[in-house]
T-cell receptor, first 112, second 112 residues
């Protein structure tokens, strides 16, 4: 089983719809992250959480929200999807500062 | 602001050496990383270097760090077609309690 599992792997949704991307990890790590990948722009941080009670905005949090339901689960929501949110979304987890980050396989989201 | 810079593309012939370059933002960064993203997959840690090191070698990989110029490079010896991927440089900022900051990624194409 993968250390970090993202669901769904692919999703097409319509403009204005609410959508949730889910992430779960079996590493037992406290830190979890959501990144967005766009061609030529690399990975940009959306939100991150250093423990269950901690939520922090990243550089591109507008239009997104998150929920840390448990140490192992961190979900990302798009309240009202728009086409420029079409991207590849990655969840990641790490143990602490400086330690390796483990990534999920990604969710390819298309907003039409 | 935080900005890790990389060239976007590199093309090499199979068997040649590849050198991927990165400039990072803060000379006080404590950890610097190279992550690899194969097609259709998430990122995986390839190698890392602590800021008190100048060089690290791991089989075909050599990482060079020039702190004065804030320059990091990854050399892949005897490049193979399986090395074709996107390579991301990443840093941890000096405050430490922050997520990884990634560059935009360099797409390495290996020509047989």
């Amino acid at each position: 089983d993968a250390d970090v599992t993202q669901t769904p792997r692919n999703r097409i949704t319509k403009t204005g719809k609410r959508i949730m991307l889910e992430c779960s990890q079996t590493k037992g790590h406290d830190r979890m992250y959501w990144y967005r990948q766009d061609p030529g722009l690399g990975l940009r941080l959306i939100y991150y959480s250093f423990d269950v009670k901690d939520i922090n905005k990243g550089e591109i949090s507008d239009g997104y929200s998150v929920s840390r339901q448990a140490q192992a689960k961190f979900s990302l929501s798009l309240e009202s999807a728009i086409p420029n949110q079409t991207a590849l979304y990655f969840c990641a987890t790490s143990a602490d500062v400086g330690s390796e980050a483990f990534f999920g396989q990604g969710t390819r989201l298309t907003v039409v | 602001g935080e900005d890790v810079e990389q060239s976007l593309f590199l093309s090499v012939r199979e068997g040649d050496s590849s050198v991927i370059n990165c400039t990072y933002t803060d000379s006080s960064s404590t950890y610097l990383y190279w992550y690899k993203q194969e097609p259709g997959a998430g990122l995986q840690l390839l190698t890392y270097i602590f800021s008190n090191m100048d060089m690290k070698q791991d089989q075909r990989l050599t990482v060079l760090l020039n702190k004065k110029d804030k320059h990091l490079s990854l050399r892949i010896a005897d490049t193979q077609t399986g090395d074709s991927a996107i390579y991301f440089c990443a840093e941890i900022l000096p405050s430490g309690n922050t997520p990884l900051v990634f560059g935009k990624g360099t797409r390495l194409s290996v020509i047989a």
